[in-house]
């Protein structure tokens, strides 16, 4: 069964794949700057034999194997970039660059995707179709790689696009999906209060843009619970609020910074349009200017149902139906979002969670570490989707 040949070779390579993985860990490169990452990545492809294009989008790689029976053309997606995050981990593979870590688990997917052209590429006789690998520069910071890519054209001829992210809070051994929406669009809002700033003994004599701020902290909240439909989730964060460095100075300006969370595309664009107004009538109210400045992030991510259902499927086969899981859908962002806004196709989660490695802390974390295993079943995931396509 050619199902289980490939299975049988991924397990096999697996070592291979562990050493891909940690190599890339000890050389993380950040957003916008992964020369060495998308150059590794594309000599493995080209040593396969595959067609590949580099500098898609930018540092993005694009590899694409022809099978030699008809099918789909079907794109997998990992993302390879890593965070400005410092190693804390006492490993081997520790990383080797001050300050920079694979502490959301890219490298996993990474090593993942490459073990699996290795292994469809030995089968391509009997691969059905055709099987593009998307491997994705800057994920973790916007405008993020994916779009420029798919405007680049790595989309092109794509049936369907899947897509999987390793998760420590879910177990080793374990698949989470979920249809529908399942994360949120992601946007970023500067503003600047310009106030007249004093002496705080005479604060008639000044407009305080402190006082000002802070009415307008708590005003931004209205607009999730008295203006968007509680039905539609939404959220206004207000993450940052400085100035002044003084205890008897009222300052001249001050400054917030924030987030917006949306799912549905019209709130997002009333969210933005509330937000504006209030800054704006705020500033008549007090006799000031207040400046806005809103950068739209990520789309939201919707998994497309027929996908998701089949992406179910195939897990339920490989794992069993109580190691498949309902992913709670929740307000990060992913530039996935814009592979299944060109095409259909679903985005899952693949658990990496295991405290007898001391696999636990969050994504993000210092400590940051996921049991390596989850690349055989990333793996088993996306192979049985190109192999089980009707």
């Keep these: 069964m050619l199902l289980q040949k490939a299975f049988d070779q991924l397990k096999k390579i697996y070592p291979e794949m562990i050493d891909i993985r940690r190599d890339l860990h000890m050389h993380p490169e950040i957003s916008f700057q992964e020369k ?44 390879f970039d ?107 809002f500067d503003i600047t209060i310009n106030g007249k700033g004093g002496h705080a003994a005479e604060p008639h004599r000044s407009k305080d843009p402190v006082a000002i701020g802070s009415h307008l902290v708590v ?19 207000v993450g940052a609020f400085n100035s002044g460095d003084a205890h008897n100075v009222i300052p001249d300006k001050a400054y917030l910074k924030g987030t917006v969370r949306t799912y549905d595309q019209e709130i997002r664009k009333q969210v933005e349009n509330e937000l504006k107004l209030i800054c704006e ?53 992913e530039d996935f979002a814009y592979y299944v806004d060109a095409v259909p196709g679903t985005f899952f989660w693949v658990g990496g969670g295991n405290s007898e490695i001391d696999a636990v802390y969050p994504h993000h974390h210092p400590k940051f570490d996921v049991d390596e295993e989850s690349m055989l079943l990333i793996g088993k995931v996306f192979i049985s989707a190109v192999l089980n396509q009707s």
Excluded: W
């Design 82 to 188: 890593a965070l400005l995050v410092p190693d804390e981990k006492d490993v081997s593979y520790k990383s080797r660059v001050p300050g920079v870590s694979h502490a959301c688990g890219h490298d996993i997917h990474t090593g993942a995707l490459l073990g699996v052209a290795k292994v469809l590429s030995d089968v391509k006789k009997e691969l059905p179709g055709e099987v593009v690998f998307l491997h994705q520069h800057a994920e973790e910071m916007a405008p993020g790689g994916a779009k420029s890519m798919v405007e680049d054209g790595c989309l092109d001829g794509v049936d369907e696009v899947y897509g999987a992210h390793v998760e420590v809070n879910f177990p080793i051994g374990t698949v989470a999906v979920n249809d529908g929406y399942v994360q949120a669009s992601s946007d970023a």
């Design 36 to 79: 060495r990452t998308a150059k590794l990545i594309a000599k493995y492809l080209e040593d396969l034999g595959l067609e590949v294009k580099t500098k898609v989008g930018g540092n993005g790689v694009v590899g694409r194997l022809k099978g030699g029976r008809p099918g789909k053309t079907i794109a997998l997606r990992a993302d």
């Design 219 to 237: 005003d931004l909240q209205n607009i999730v619970s008295r203006r968007v439909d509680p039905l539609h989730p939404a959220l206004v964060t």
């Design 281 to 333: 009538k705020t500033g008549e109210k007090h006799g000031v200017t207040i400046d806005v400045t809103y950068d739209r992030g990520y789309i939201s991510l919707y998994n497309h149902p027929d996908p998701t259902a089949y992406i179910k499927k195939l897990s339920t086969e490989i794992v069993g139906e109580e190691k498949v899981l309902v992913k709670p859908p929740d307000m990060g962002g």
